[in-house]
Each structure stands twice: as C-alpha cells, then as structure tokens.
C-alpha cells in the first residue's frame, strides 16, 4: 500500500505538470498557426488563449464526468474559485493595491456574482445538476463572450482572455531575463521554431495531448489517495489538491502582472477565471455526465456558498473611494482561505458539523 501511495503522489504531480505545461504549449501552438492565417490578436484571445488556459479544469472535468467523479467536478470547480480569489487575488493585493475599472464593477462583477449564486441554486434545487441547467451555463458563457466582443470592438480595449494572454507572455519573457546560459539558449531556439508551421502544429497536438494524458493522471490518482490511502471524500482532495493544481495557471499569471503593476490584468484574469470555471467548465461537467446528471452534494453546496461569499467579498471591497482592492482586503482574502480550510478538515475529523 505504501507503495501505491508514493507512486499516486507521484503521478498525481506528474498530472499537474502535464496539465499546466500541456496548456502553455496548447496556447503557443493554436495562437502561432491562428496568426499565419491573419487572425486578429483579439479573436485569438476570446478564442485560442481562453481554452488554453482553461483546459487544465476542462479536462479534469470531462474525465471526471466520464468516470462518474461528480465529487471532484463539483470541487474542482467551486475549489478553484474560492483559491483564485482568497489566495491568488489576496496575494496579488498584498503585492500591489489593485485598481478595478468601472465596467468591472459594473457588468463583470455583478455577473461573477449572478452566476456563482445562479451554480449554488441549480445545484441545490434536487442536489444535482439536469442537462437543461448545464445547456443554460453554457449560453451564459456564450453571452458573456459576446459581450467582450461587442465591448472590445466599440472601445479597442484588450478583453479578460487577452489580457491574460499578453500576462502569460510577460511572465515567460520575465523568468528568460533571470535565467542564464544553456535555458536562455532552449528558449530562444523554442520562439525560433514557433515561426515554423510544421512545429505550431506538433506543439498544439502534443500540448492538447498533454493536457487529457495530464488530467486522467491527477483524476485517477487524486480518487485513489482520498479513497484508499487517506480515507476522505473525493470532494475534499478535489477543494484542495487538484484545485490548487488547476489553479496553477492563474497563480503565476496574476502575481507576476502584480509584480510588475500589470495591476488590471490581475484582476481581469481572476474574474474571467471564475466565470469561465462556473459557466463554461461547470456546463461541459453536467453535459457529460448524461441522464442521471451531476451530483451536488453538501460539500459542494458549502464550498459553492463560500465561493460565492468570496465573489461579495471582491465586489464588496472596491468601491471605496479608491475604487480598489488594497493590503487590508488582501489580508482578509488570505484569513478566510485559512478560516476555511481549517472549517472543512475540523469537519472532516468530526471535530464541528458543517453539513
């Protein structure tokens, strides 16, 4: 047995290599082949870059569907929400006071919060999620794209997945100026075969490749170390460990732009995120678990609450009079986090009774 476990750990940090490095090269592949074939930057943002760097909780989820893990959907998605904001976001303002634009607090989120209360009600009503509810998340997500469309057209502005894209960009060129010798020597030799179209196509197929291989590993193994090694939920390993792994992208990505006073894609990146997870990964979830739908247990109800909570949270601390999320809000996001996850393992030890 212990065995096993060492070997499931392993493979379960395999699985989040290969997920999150699966994406990069997904993103660089279908980005590069999109521009030889003069697609303008912002559609392959909406487009090519939003998948990409959604598809370590696309992929997880879909498998997970297809394995009949409505735990670890459920967790995955509710799991990563509430790291984005009260880890990622919370680190992030703690860096750099983070300015948030009126659209933002106007449409964006309000939406973030519309949703994440629209995935506790869908979920709660009968404790699972029907086809016909998971159809509506994804026309929602379909909405919400157009509207960056519509909005990025009238006012040349770069949307949430853009920015995103142009951050992840930032960040690699930040770590080749920190590093010296045979890597600055990989990395340049990488973009030059990024100009070839043979290499663009290896590169998306290996890196969506990648991905799937990537999400079956951090599948199957986190199922077995919560079910045969520690004895807990699936759902609780999915709050925890795969969420944080598939989280992964968005942490480098905003506490970089932070570092930098890239203070606007911090923010964007998370918000969009969070919709994309609820939306777009929470209806693929329930469209592949078939008739029987997916299951919504009280570990998520809670964990959906407490990301919604932490959705009011955001929206509830920029709108004074520096229309910003500051230190104060960032410190508050980091005790909540901890508050949290102490609440779910003094739970799961039958220590309090949360559900």
Same mark, same amino acid.
């Given at each position: 047995?212990?065995?096993?476990?060492?070997?499931?750990v392993f493979l379960l940090l395999l699985g989040f290599v290969l997920l999150v490095k699966g994406a990069d090269?997904?993103?660089?592949?279908?980005?590069?082949?999109?521009?030889?074939?003069?697609?303008?930057?912002?559609?392959?943002?909406?487009?090519?870059?939003?998948?990409?760097?959604?598809?370590?909780?696309?992929?997880?989820?879909?498998?997970? +569907?297809?394995?009949?893990?409505?735990?670890?959907?459920?967790?995955?998605?509710?799991?990563?929400?509430? %790291?984005?904001?009260?880890?990622?976001?919370?680190?992030?303002?703690?860096?750099?006071?983070?300015?948030?634009?009126?659209?933002?607090?106007?449409?964006?989120?309000?939406?973030?919060?519309?949703?994440?209360?629209?995935?506790?009600?869908?979920?709660?009503?009968?404790?699972?999620?029907?086809?016909?509810?998971?159809?509506?998340?994804?026309?929602?997500?379909?909405?919400?794209?157009?509207?960056?469309?519509?909005?990025?057209?009238?006012?040349?502005?770069?949307?949430?997945?853009?920015?995103?894209?142009?951050?992840?960009?930032?960040?690699?060129?930040?770590?080749?100026?920190?590093?010296?010798?045979?890597?600055?020597?990989?990395?340049?030799?990488?973009?030059?075969?990024?100009?070839?179209?043979?290499?663009?196509?290896?590169?998306?197929?290996?890196?969506?490749?990648?991905?799937?291989?990537?999400?079956?590993?951090?599948?199957?193994?986190?199922?077995?170390? +919560?079910?045969?090694?520690?004895?807990?939920?699936?759902?609780?390993?999915?709050?925890?460990?795969? +969420?944080?792994?598939?989280?992964?992208?968005?942490?480098?990505?905003?506490?970089?732009?932070?570092?930098?006073?890239?203070?606007?894609?911090?923010?964007?990146? %998370?918000?969009?995120?969070?919709?994309?997870?609820?939306?777009?990964?929470?209806?693929?979830?329930?469209?592949?678990?078939?008739?029987?739908?997916?299951?919504?247990?009280?570990?998520?109800?809670?964990?959906?609450?407490?990301?919604?909570?932490?959705?009011?949270?955001?929206?509830?601390?920029?709108?004074?009079?520096?229309?910003?999320?500051?230190?104060?809000?960032?410190?508050?996001?980091?005790?909540?986090?901890?508050?949290?996850?102490?609440?779910?393992?003094?739970?799961?030890?039958?220590?309090?009774?949360?559900?």
């Amino acid at each position: 047995m212990a065995g096993k476990a060492v070997l499931n750990v392993f493979l379960l940090l395999l699985g989040f290599v290969l997920l999150v490095k699966g994406a990069d090269f997904f993103v660089d592949g279908a980005s590069g082949i999109a521009k030889k074939l003069k697609v303008s930057t912002f559609i392959i943002g909406v487009t090519v870059v939003a998948l990409g760097t959604s598809a370590p909780e696309m992929a997880v989820t879909v498998i997970s +569907a297809l394995k009949g893990e409505s735990g670890i959907i459920v967790g995955n998605i509710t799991g990563s929400n509430i %790291i984005n904001i009260f880890l990622i976001l919370g680190i992030s303002a703690i860096i750099c006071k983070l300015p948030v634009e009126k659209s933002t607090r106007f449409i964006d989120l309000p939406f973030l919060l519309l949703v994440s209360g629209l995935f506790v009600l869908f979920g709660a009503t009968g404790n699972v999620f029907v086809w016909w509810e998971g159809l509506i998340l994804i026309l929602l997500y379909c909405a919400f794209t157009a509207y960056n469309i519509v909005l990025a057209t009238k006012q040349s502005k770069l949307s949430l997945e853009q920015a995103t894209a142009v951050s992840v960009m930032q960040a690699e060129e930040s770590v080749t100026e920190e590093v010296k010798g045979w890597y600055r020597k990989l990395k340049a030799g990488y973009e030059n075969l990024q100009s070839k179209v043979w290499f663009l196509i290896i590169i998306t197929v290996v890196g969506l490749g990648m991905v799937v291989g990537g999400a079956e590993l951090v599948v199957s193994s986190a199922q077995f170390i +919560a079910e045969e090694v520690i004895g807990i939920p699936p759902e609780i390993v999915a709050l925890t460990v795969v +969420a944080f792994g598939t989280s992964l992208p968005e942490l480098v990505t905003s506490v970089s732009a932070a570092r930098k006073g890239d203070v606007g894609i911090a923010t964007g990146n %998370i918000i969009g995120s969070n919709i994309a997870n609820i939306l777009l990964i929470g209806g693929l979830g329930v469209l592949c678990s078939g008739a029987e739908g997916l299951y919504f247990s009280p570990e998520g109800l809670v964990s959906g609450i407490v990301a919604l909570i932490a959705a009011v949270l955001v929206f509830a601390s920029c709108w004074g009079k520096s229309k910003s999320i500051g230190r104060i809000a960032g410190i508050i996001m980091l005790v909540c986090l901890a508050v949290y996850y102490c609440l779910v393992f003094l739970n799961l030890y039958g220590v309090i009774k949360l559900y």
